[in-house]
Nanobody, 125 residues
Framework: QVQLVESGGGLVQPGGSLRLSCAAS????????MGWYRQAPGKQRELVAH???????NYTDSVAGRFTISRDDAKNTVYLQMNSLKPEDTAVYYC???????????????????WGQGTQVTVSS
């Protein structure tokens, strides 16, 4: 009923920048919080950045001051601008949106939210 499509990952040199996008589609009724997670090889998935419907943001300490999360509710899209990238930022990045959608005459609010397919970010010289 809802699909999230990520784009913008790739290979970048240390100090470079990338911008990730995550667009939701489907019979969407509303969207609450949005966020980005990442998972590096051999590590647990961690929250990178989070944004509320009102625009309040928070970041994990390792990316604060370098990454910026934003949202465009008209496009059902969340972005992650990543600057001053470091090799330790290398990971698969997953977007998350807490979406309510319409189906069969009712509104469904899935527990656990909706997730993108993941996009690889590699920071290497």
């Amino acid at each position: 009923q809802v699909q999230l499509v990520e784009s913008g990952g790739g290979l970048v040199q240390p100090g470079g920048s990338l911008r990730l996008s995550c667009a939701a589609s489907g019979n969407i009724f509303g969207i609450n919080a949005m966020g980005w997670y990442r998972q590096a090889p051999g590590k647990q998935r961690e929250l990178v950045a989070h944004i509320t419907p009102g625009g309040s943001t928070n970041y994990t300490d390792s990316v604060a001051g370098r990454f910026t999360i934003s949202r465009d509710d008209a496009k059902n899209t969340v972005y992650l601008q990543m600057n001053s990238l470091k090799p330790e930022d290398t990971a698969v990045y997953y977007c998350y949106q807490d979406i309510l959608y319409r189906t069969a005459g009712t509104v469904v609010h899935p527990r656990g939210g909706s997730w993108g397919q993941g996009t690889q970010v590699t920071v290497s010289s």
